[in-house]
């Protein structure tokens, strides 16, 4: 029997093609904003990659993981890396770092800003001054400042780029490793375009 051929047109390998089985090299690549949140391996474990096609759910996604205390804790102390990379035909084309846009208020503290990654000003977290209830760090890290911390995100200074073509979608899978791109041979499960690289529409951390 002819094994049975599929379209699948559009810029990311879809859940119904990969139900049917579909061979990578007739995907296209697609455009896409990747929010990258993550720490290299030690002592904590951060991976976090948003996938997303707008701008409105890219900021949804950073205020999310801005409002927990933890994540809190992995910038001030841990130097996380917090980037918005845009990728324009499955090409990462620019990479922006979020640090100097990010405002950190916690009430009977100077307000925290960053000038990168692992530079934050207003708080000396390497000398953190021990507290009865801990030094500021312990208690981000254990979220007790979580309802008394306000962050923001100055979008207003930040210049994202349209994003051109055809855009991810979600049910969709994309890759943000290009050099892995169609490493997959013959038809593609959703295990193989995971080991080779490839990450669905939305939020997913490889380290959680």
Known sequence: MEPRQVACRGSTVSRGCLEAGVRLSAVRRASFYDLHFGVLPGGARKDAHHIRGTIAEIKADLAAELAQGLNLYLLC??????????????IRTESIDLHPYVTIAVEGYPDITFTGPGRPLGHDFEADDETDEGSLSEQFLIGDLEEVTTV???WTRITVPALLGEVARPGGFVTVRAAEFGEVEGEADEKALRDAGYIPYGCTDSES
Do not use: E, I
Not at 77 to 90: E, F, K, M, N, R
């Open 77 to 90: 102390w841990y130097g996380a890396t917090l980037s918005l990379d845009v990728y324009q035909h499955g």
């Open 152 to 154: 923001t995100v100055d």
